[in-house]
T-cell receptor, first 113, second 117 residues
Framework: GAGVSQTPSNKVTEKGKYVELRCDPI?????LYWYRQSLGQGPEFLIY????????DSGLPNDRFFAVRPEGSVSTLKIQRTERGDSAVYLC???????????FGEGSRLTVL | AQSVTQLGSHVSVSEGALVLLRCNYS??????LFWYVQYPNQGLQLLLK??????LVKGINGFEAEFKKSETSFHLTKPSAHMSDAAEYFC???????????????FGQGTILTVHP
């Protein structure tokens, strides 16, 4: 597709379950980012990939959160032992290495009951 | 550390009226500044950016913003609002030169713009 694609668009899970969120970036974009947006807040940085490697994971809140990008394209954000506080919209963005010019997907809304 | 403050979580204007969305930043070094817009059921998209060139920056859909270092501000304006401008607007900051932090943006809390006929 032409834009950043995120699946699922909505995910409802129970506390303690494991969740995977997928991001398919724009073809050719080497940089990929995950952000989290809680209700009424702006997006908050989680992790940045340049190619296959995580160049900056300083925004991951704790070790329950992990992300991979094994082939330098699609990325998966993984959340273990989900908690109610993890409920948010998880945004993926991709770009060329151009400062601040990110292309965002529509997000995956995660609800933890 | 940087931060961004958007004054006013909701702004309401009449169609044809001036749009002014306020953004103030704090940064230890001159930053790069951005405005992103999120239309209903769409992803965020870049509206305009300031990267230490001209202080008055023009963006898409008739929007512009002026970087004022003395006021640490980067307010977004549009002379005449259109119904299609209704959306949520986010101001964001990036360190300059930033090393490898190409996309590690710090966002404000957002301002929802409502346009009345």
């Amino acid at each position: 597709g032409a834009g950043v694609s995120q699946t699922p668009s909505n995910k409802v899970t129970e506390k303690g379950k494991y969740v995977e969120l997928r991001c398919d970036p724009i073809s050719g974009h080497t940089a990929l980012y995950w952000y989290r947006q809680s209700l009424g807040q702006g997006p908050e940085f989680l992790i940045y990939f340049q190619g296959t490697g995580a160049a900056d994971d300083s925004g991951l809140p704790n070790d329950r959160f992990f992300a991979v990008r094994p082939e330098g394209s699609v990325s998966t954000l993984k959340i273990q032992r989900t908690e109610r506080g993890d409920s948010a919209v998880y945004l993926c963005a991709s770009s060329f290495p151009t400062r601040g010019e990110l292309f965002f997907g529509e997000g995956s809304r995660l609800t933890v009951l | 550390a940087q931060s961004v403050t958007q004054l006013g979580s909701h702004v309401s204007v009449s169609e044809g009226a001036l749009v002014l969305l306020r953004c103030n930043y704090s940064s230890s070094v001159p930053p790069y500044l951005f405005w992103y817009v999120q239309y209903p059921n769409q992803g965020l998209q870049l509206l305009l950016k300031y990267t230490s060139a001209a202080t008055l920056v023009k963006g898409i859909n008739g929007f512009e913003a002026e970087f004022k270092k003395s006021e640490t501000s980067f307010h977004l304006t549009k002379p005449s609002a259109h119904m299609s401008d209704a959306a949520e607007y986010f101001c964001a900051v990036l360190p300059s030169p930033g090393g490898t932090s190409y996309g590690k943006l710090t966002f404000g809390q957002g301002t929802i713009l409502t346009v009345h006929p």
